[in-house]
């Protein structure tokens, strides 16, 4: 199974709350949140062995492709395995990888489709019940079930091929809903239970457990795999979500509220009630002042541009550091973890100096993030070694930027009260993302596999370059509201004026 919810770990929700958080101090904050510890080691739990397995399952793919499907011989497929270039040809490892990318495209559809789906009934349900520990703990329990069957498929090697890991990686993780769903569960019981006040620091104990598991998971992605083997950290992935389920059929708590009980529907019926959806887009896309439907569908398009290039990327990277740098899963594993923490300290550094120290709006640090990235893109395209391709993670230092702007922007467009509907709806298109992005990664990085490997990156700087035009129509469209708002409140200050002055002529006549 692998963990298709990265861009969340890098980026902030931005709650609604007021101005007495920012009097909080750090100390008070801690303390808040360990005293108020719920859903957080739950995420924790669910993120790492996500991220872990990652790259096992990956491993196991090649591997399979080599040795079952393909049927090479056991000498060509442990030089493969060791990284021993000496020991097969460079177009068996590229026939290798063209197997395997097929395979992605099945897998990213999979895990694309079902979780869409899901996300729509279950946001609505959720809210209609107040039932949030079901959208929690269904997901976990399909990845307990993932990580079995990759177990059994590791345990069966050789009678198993690549298909029948690929779908015990893909059905039941998809089924259950995936990062998409339970991200909507713990985002809505984190908030029923916080109020205004303290929700930041409550989004904020979530987002830190988060990248905790991230970075986490990406350093020992790489390093248990040798010693463990697949089953291995197939047995200890699965010991570890099986913890957070059981810490979360004890630790969530729903919330007990009132439900007419009075009318009495069938659960496929009331679950599947198309109606809420159609009422759901509507209340998105309504319109409303300063051209709030106009807007929506900027931002609806900046999500498809920001997330999509991301799981595009996600579903072919690891092949491609293999293939143009020759690097094995420990190599792969440093980069992950020096690239998130360098993420980590430029969304830091976005806030605490650009957003809070010099006052730059969000579309202002979006059109930043996106530069730094479009640079980031060209670099790994062309990159001639592994040491170049390192140097585009410190180029591409402010890119987690850009979700935080984009979750700002939202949130600053929608009132406080349509916030949840609204994010279902970008939940929807973060969810489909890799149904549409992941096969198309593969198919183009399958075709391109031979003469240049790196194409997709230019095909992200492309697409990253429409991202920039746009953050910067948001920029334009906000500088032209705010002057028509001086002008307003300019005029309105005259006429008071004018008020004033004619109630004084009055009163002395």
């Excluded at 021993?84 to 694309?112: F, N, P, R």
């Excluded at 998409?180 to 019981?189: H, N, T």
């Amino acid at each position: 199974m692998s963990l298709t919810n990265l861009p969340n770990a890098v980026s902030m929700e931005v709650p609604a709350s007021n101005n007495n958080s920012d009097n909080i101090t750090i100390l008070q904050k801690l303390k808040y949140m360990i005293t108020h510890i719920t859903v957080e080691p739950l995420i924790f739990f669910y993120i790492l062995p996500g991220t872990m397995g990652y790259l096992t399952t990956q491993n196991m793919n090649l591997e399979k492709a080599c040795r079952v499907n393909l049927q090479y011989n056991s000498s060509i497929c442990n030089a493969m395995v060791s990284r021993d270039h000496s020991g097969y040809e460079d177009y068996q490892e590229a026939e290798v990888q063209s197997l395997v990318a097929k395979m992605i495209i099945v897998k990213t559809a999979i895990v694309g489709f079902f979780p869409t789906c899901l996300l729509l009934f279950f946001g609505s349900w959720s809210d209609r019940h107040y039932k949030r520990k079901p959208v929690i703990l269904i997901p976990i329990f399909g990845d307990i079930v993932s990580y079995f069957c990759l177990f059994i498929c590791a345990y069966f090697f050789l009678q198993l091929p690549i298909e029948y890991s690929t779908l015990a990686d893909a059905l039941p993780f998809s089924l259950g809903g995936g990062p998409p769903c339970i991200a909507l569960g713990v985002y809505s019981y984190v908030s029923g239970l916080s109020s205004d006040a303290d929700r930041t620091i409550r989004v904020g104990a979530v987002s830190m457990f988060q990248n905790i598991a991230i970075a986490i998971g990406n350093a020992l992605g790489g390093v248990l795999i040798q010693p463990l083997g697949y089953k291995g950290v197939y047995v200890v992935s699965t010991v570890i979500m099986l913890s957070a389920f059981v810490y979360g059929m004890f630790a969530i708590k729903d919330q007990k509220r009132r439900v007419n009980t009075k009318v009495k529907i069938s659960f496929l019926r009331d679950f599947f009630d198309l109606g809420h959806i159609k009422n759901t887009f509507k209340l998105c896309f309504r319109e409303g002042q300063d051209n709030r439907r106009s807007k929506m569908v900027v931002m609806i398009l900046l999500s498809v541009m920001i997330l999509g290039p991301f799981y595009g990327e996600l579903a072919v990277l690891y092949l491609y550091t293999r293939i143009k740098f020759g690097w094995n899963e420990i190599d792969y594993s440093i980069y992950n973890t020096v690239q998130f923490i360098t993420q980590i300290c430029g969304s830091v550094l976005a806030l605490s100096f650009f957003s809070k120290y010099l006052r730059l709006s969000d579309p202002i640090l979006g059109i930043i993030a996106m530069i730094s990235k479009i640079l980031a893109c060209l670099i790994y395209a062309l990159a001639p070694t592994g040491k170049y391709f390192f140097f585009g993670i410190f180029v591409e230092i402010f890119h987690g930027t850009s979700h935080i702007a984009m979750r700002s922007i939202i949130s600053k467009i929608v009132p406080p009260q349509e916030l949840g509907q609204s994010n279902s709806v970008f939940g929807v298109c973060e969810a489909l993302m890799p149904f549409v992005f992941g096969p198309f990664y593969s198919t183009l990085y399958n075709k391109t596999l031979r003469n240049f490997p790196g194409t997709f990156y230019l095909v992200s700087a492309g697409l990253y370059i429409f991202t920039l035009f746009l953050f910067f129509y948001m920029y334009k469209t906000n500088k032209e509201e705010e002057k028509c708002s001086h002008k307003l409140q300019k005029e309105q200050v005259n006429l008071l004026g004018k008020l004033e002055h004619f109630n004084s002529a009055a009163e002395k006549i």
